[in-house]
């Protein structure tokens, strides 16, 4: 089984940053893409960035220039650094995963159990 625990959100002010931290656990044989999805109170859960094994980032056009997505493919872990916060950043934030358990297995979706991020005004 695949575990990805995301750790770094809270309350912060407009104007400031946040860095969230996801770590992938349990049976892995390899990790594809990891990424993180957000999703607001009656929105649908939506991407902010991703980024490759190989280190190519693909950021939404709503947080680039603001959000930073990094990993460390040795640690198993993906990272959302968060610059000039506003408001309507506000959602909990979604650790997604795309994880090959064994050499057998095929890749699949994972998804952390999300965390919260509040921006106020």
């Known amino acids: 089984q695949v575990q990805l625990v995301e750790s770094g959100g809270g309350l912060v002010q407009a104007g400031g940053s946040l860095r969230l931290s996801c770590a992938a656990s349990g049976v892995i044989f390899d990790i594809n893409a990891m990424g993180w999805y957000r999703q607001a109170p009656g929105k649908q859960r939506e991407l902010v960035a991703d980024?490759?094994?190989?280190?190519?980032?693909n950021h939404a056009d709503s947080v680039k220039g603001r959000f930073i997505i990094s990993r460390d493919n040795a640690k198993k872990m993906v990272y959302l650094q968060m610059n000039s916060l506003k408001p309507e950043d506000t959602a909990v934030y979604f650790c997604?995963?795309?994880?090959?358990?064994?050499?057998?297995?095929?890749?699949?979706?994972?998804w952390g159990q999300g965390t919260q991020v509040t921006v106020s005004s």
């Open positions: 997604n995963a795309v994880v090959k358990a064994t050499y057998l297995s095929a890749y699949r979706d994972y």
């Open positions: 980024i490759t094994s190989g280190g190519r980032a």
